[in-house]
């Protein structure tokens, strides 16, 4: 039997928390094709001009909350592929009202994602895009 995923890659929480985020977990990316791009989560991204730019935090799964990878893992352990979950996540968004630095303010945003199998996932090979006969 398949396990369920969302279809997300994350940061592991010990270098989340270097970043400042005390509890969840940070997505890196949500591929396209993916059950959690399919529900809205979104990726870590870079801006323009290098900024990093800090993707959703998955907080609570099915009302379990979410500390590290290790809580995800088992709020899905108790799912199968094919059905569907709450996943609730805390996601930044720049504000600035006095024309100041942008200030950051967190929202929790909840999804409903119908989860994937993990056999059903491309992950693209280490270092991918780099030449390796040069």
């Given at each position: ?55 959703d935090v ?20 108790k799912r ?55």
């Open positions: 039997m398949s396990r369920p995923v969302l279809g997300i890659s994350f940061l592991e929480a010990s270098q989340s928390r270097a970043l400042g985020i005390d509890g969840g977990v940070l997505v890196l990316a949500a591929p396209a094709d993916s059950p959690a791009a399919a529900a809205g989560l979104v990726g870590t991204s870079r801006s323009p001009d290098g900024a990093l730019t800090l993707g998955v907080v609570e799964i099915d009302g379990a909350p979410i500390a590290t990878e290790a809580d995800m893992f088992k709020a899905l352990d199968r592929p094919g059905d569907v979950c709450r996943v609730v996540v805390a996601r930044g968004r720049r504000v600035s009202a006095d024309g100041g630095a942008d200030d950051v303010v967190t929202a929790r945003v909840p999804l409903d994602v119908t989860l994937g199998a993990a056999d059903d996932l491309r992950v693209p090979p280490p270092m991918s895009g780099r030449r390796s006969d040069r």
